[in-house]
């Protein structure tokens, strides 16, 4: 199931027993028998955590357990499911998909991991004051290095319509630039001392693992990617 990040409402977690939960209006009356039924069955994935399903998932439950769910309750119980803050943090996190055993099966696009952050930036910036944007903005640094993109080729993929996000997205490259530039300019300086990471380190007061890490991001960047 693709997590989708939208402005749907969040029904309670599934690992929440229904009699300790909250009902409020507006909310799917189908997907709360669902939600409870798939923490019984597979509480390694709906209960005390959430993880990312494997794309397919869907029909796999359907064929699994046919005296249980309808085409039409599973599939807006697991709207709500993938929709949840929970799992959107699991899938922001970077963890694998996983499948009925719970075993990690495959990564999350990019994208995904992407919206998923940003769509928890904006249901937590809205309420309250503090300033969230510099944790975001490591995440989403985060999250495009893992990638493998170039920021033109991520852009691509996850331009929302929501000019808030879209802003917080551009305030992690142009961080990122200035990372990027600082770590071009102390590998040039190293380069032209002719000295080693550890001497370079000891003679500017540096950090020589901060040296070395500078030195392999800075290499991992200038190798090609290798074709798909």
Do not use: W
Not at 196 to 225: C, H, I, K, W
């Amino acid at each position: 199931m693709t997590p989708s990040p939208s402005d749907a409402p969040v029904l309670p977690d599934a690992s929440t027993p229904p009699e300790t939960s909250a009902k409020k209006p507006g909310r799917l009356p189908s997907a709360r028998p669902v939600l409870e039924k798939l923490f019984e069955l597979y509480p390694h994935l709906f209960g005390a955590e959430f993880l990312p399903l494997k794309l397919g998932i869907f029909q796999e439950l359907l064929a699994a357990h046919p005296e249980h769910f309808s085409r039409d309750a599973l599939k807006a119980a697991l709207g709500v499911h993938t929709r949840s803050t929970r799992y959107l943090q699991s899938v922001a996190a970077g963890k694998q998909r996983h499948d009925l055993a719970g075993v990690a099966v495959e990564p999350v696009a990019p994208e995904h991991v992407c919206l998923s952050v940003l769509e928890l930036f904006r249901r937590k910036q809205g309420r309250t004051p503090e300033d969230l944007r510099p944790k975001f903005r490591a995440q989403l640094l985060r999250a495009f290095e893992a990638s493998g993109l170039t920021p033109q080729e991520y852009r691509a993929k996850v331009q929302t319509s929501d000019a808030r996000a879209n802003a917080l997205l551009e305030e992690a490259f142009a961080e990122y630039d200035q990372q990027r530039a600082r770590q071009e300019a102390l590998c040039r300086a190293l380069e032209s001392s002719g000295k080693t990471p550890a001497e370079f380190a000891e003679m500017y007061g540096l950090n020589p693992r901060d040296v070395s890490a500078a030195l392999e991001r800075q290499r991992r960047q200038q190798t090609p990617a290798a074709p798909l």
